[in-house]
């Protein structure tokens, strides 16, 4: 393999190109890329195309060859930006960060656990068990976010709904110690609805694909897809996804990182619930919105561990306050119908900030002094969802695109511009470029 990687295609950095142009550029990546080195520098950036298939380059042999290494003693890869974060942020104790960009289907997620897998290889061989524990609970959680934030589209079998920042903390030595995730704008509107060609959120279909006949049974859930209105647009999609394998998967992750056999339960009767609520149907008895299927009514409040008649009054009235009176105000059919929707997509959204929470709980550093272990740095990788454009787009979309224009302009400025700067203040000769 090392002699495999020593031959090199065309330019490894476009920074060495005689000519810079769209065309040479683009000639480069193809010529690359065909030759099976997807990653080609540019400086200190790395340029990644998505080849869609298992590549053998991410393996102990692999993670070896870029370990201490410096940026360009080795091919372009994703390891040797990691390491290079790794170096800074341990060299002069430092904060960093890995800042992963890109249209949707483009790789970012992959390179996010890829990049999360090699920092937690080189880091010390230690028998701390401590140190083992936070490495296994930051690669576990992934598994986790992924079930319930992320969902194929039509451009991605495994496409982030959710934008991720997740911090690493190292002791004084720079072995991980703990974590911290944030996550931003979760596509809720998918709960409810979604494109021609793509699924809801993994989740429920890992649930009903994977979950026991008597699992499923205490939730009054059956394993037919299309039986459910908010997922039977994607139920009937061809997928290379093995819903039955990943929830087991999922389920045995959850269990590592620390969730208690109940609160694993929880999660999958509010997963219920809100499949429940799909099915709910209103009818009109003169200008009255009724529940037509009253047994969904009994099942939701069952698995919400509340009374039959609150969930009625939630699903048919709104609470409207008039100065110092408060009056409930009955729905009409469509507003009842538009109520249900953002009770389902309020649900899942408060279920998934609860999983993040609970894993943040789990993985946070916990009991370091740094008067006595020294300060305690921080490597951050930033996964953002990716621009996309539907037929429909969605808010959560519109933000997220104009999410990933802020994101593609700060990287220009932290790029160029500083660049720029650095060769006037060395009195490099320099024909200022423009750039907006």
Wanted: a neutral charge; charged letters at 25%.
């Amino acid at each position: 393999m090392a002699e495999q990687e020593s031959l090199e295609f065309g330019k490894a950095d476009f920074v060495l190109m005689d000519t810079v142009s769209m065309p040479e550029f683009m000639a480069n990546l193809r010529l690359r890329f065909e030759k099976g080195r997807i990653y080609t520098f540019i400086g200190e950036v790395v340029v990644s195309v998505n080849p869609y298939k298992s590549l053998n380059i991410y393996g102990r042999e692999t993670i070896e060859q870029y370990k201490g290494r410096e940026l360009y003693e080795r091919p372009p890869h994703l390891f040797a930006i990691a390491d290079a974060a790794y170096k800074a942020m341990k060299r002069r104790s430092k904060d960093t960060c890995i800042v992963i960009s890109g249209e949707s289907g483009a790789g970012k997620t992959e390179a996010s656990k890829y990049i999360m897998q090699y920092i937690a290889a080189i880091t010390n061989p230690s028998q701390r068990a401590e140190i083992e524990r936070v490495k296994n609970m930051l690669l576990k959680s992934n598994c986790v976010l992924e079930a319930f934030g992320n969902a194929k589209t039509n451009r991605n079998d495994n496409s982030s709904r959710f934008g991720k920042y997740m911090d690493i903390n190292f002791d004084f030595k720079g072995d991980p110690i703990g974590g911290h995730i944030s996550n931003y704008l979760l596509e809720k509107s998918r709960v409810i609805v979604q494109q021609p060609g793509e699924r809801s959120f993994h989740s429920f279909y890992q649930l009903l694909q994977g979950g026991s006949e008597q699992m499923l049974r205490s939730l009054h859930l059956q394993k037919s897809l299309s039986s459910y209105n908010y997922i039977h647009v994607g139920a009937q999609l061809k997928s290379s996804i093995n819903d039955a394998a990943e929830f087991k998967v999922v389920a045995d992750a959850m269990k590592v990182i620390g969730f208690k056999p109940e609160e694993i339960q929880t999660v999958y009767k509010i997963l219920a619930t809100i499949l429940h609520l799909g099915n709910l149907k209103f009818v009109v008895d003169g200008d009255t919105p009724l529940i037509e299927n009253g047994k969904v009514v009994s099942i939701i409040a069952e698995l919400l561990s509340t009374k039959t008649d609150m969930v009625e009054k939630a699903l048919l009235y709104r609470t409207v306050a008039t100065g110092r009176d408060v009056i409930d105000k009955q729905h009409t059919e469509q507003e009842a119908c538009y109520g249900r929707d953002a009770f389902a997509k309020a649900i899942y959204e408060r279920l998934f900030c609860w999983i993040v929470t609970r894993i943040n709980d789990i993985i946070e550093v916990k009991n370091y002094d740094t008067t006595v272990h020294g300060k305690n740095t921080v490597i951050g990788v930033l996964d953002i969802y990716g621009f996309e454009i539907f037929d429909n787009n969605s808010f959560e979309q519109f933000c997220i695109n104009y999410c990933n224009e802020k994101l593609q302009q700060l990287f220009i400025q932290l790029v160029l511009k500083q660049e720029q700067e650095e060769y006037q203040r060395e009195g490099i000769p320099w024909k200022h470029m423009g750039f907006s």
